[in-house]
């Protein structure tokens, strides 16, 4: 199996800017999940679906981010418009049970917004 | 509410052994996990505990103690790969995952 995959890997943008983070989950994998990790704020869940289902956004910071999962194998981040506090690694990582005790990460993507 | 707590950081020399504690206090737990994760990289699963005990994988170990609200991640025989950031993560009902904010072990020579 390829892994859990993001793309891109690393994204420059400006303020103001949209920014769509997209994740392919592993084949087989119910629940997906959209962290946000930054020094000082560690790992942050920002939503989670189960069965494209979204099931938790409780921790999506705000209006500016949505999340979708149009089927099984595809997920997006969307930030609309972007800010510099905004920048951020963000991972997508997928789970075969509802809460993801055992989580797969993907590689993440950098994102750097000026 | 909800909380997880872990040492920030920890640092040990090559070849001995270290342990990782994790206090959790949250409603509806049914389980721990531990994930590791280096520098620039992604966090990589390394065990789950849903019943009390010590579950050994290789060189490392977890436990968990539910009537305590307490766990921990045990490492032997360190290497210097091991160098890298250790979380715990709780599972409860009703949502995912939490994790806490990390312990950085540091692997001397």
């Known amino acids: 199996d390829a892994g859990v995959i993001q793309s891109p890997r690393h994204e420059v943008t400006e303020m103001g800017q949209e920014v769509t983070l997209r994740c392919k989950p592993i084949s087989g994998h119910n629940s997906l999940f959209w962290y946000r990790q930054t020094m000082m704020r560690g790992l942050e869940l920002l939503i989670y679906?189960?069965?494209?289902?979204?099931?938790?956004d409780s921790g999506m910071p705000e209006d500016r981010f949505s999340a979708k999962m149009p089927n099984a194998s595809f997920s997006t981040l969307k930030i609309q418009p972007s800010e510099p506090r905004d920048s951020a690694v963000y991972f997508c990582a997928s789970s075969s049970d509802l809460a993801g005790s055992e989580q797969y990460f993907g590689p993440g993507t950098r994102l750097t917004v000026t | 509410g909800q909380s997880l707590e872990q040492p920030s950081e920890v640092t040990a020399v090559e070849g001995a052994i270290v342990q990782i504690n994790c206090t959790y206090q949250t409603s509806g737990f049914y389980g721990l996990s531990w994930y590791q994760q280096h520098d620039g990289g992604a966090p990589t699963f390394l065990s789950y505990n849903a019943l009390d005990g010590l579950e050994e994988t290789g060189r490392f170990s977890s436990f968990l103690s539910r009537s305590d609200s307490y766990g921990y991640l045990l490492l032997q025989e360190l290497q210097m790969k091991d160098s890298a950031s250790y979380f715990c993560?709780?599972?409860?009902?009703?949502?995912?995952?939490?994790f806490g904010k990390g312990t950085t072990l540091s692997v001397s020579s």
């Open positions: 679906f189960n069965n494209n289902v979204p099931i938790d």
């Open positions: 993560g709780v599972g409860q009902a009703g949502t995912a995952l939490i």
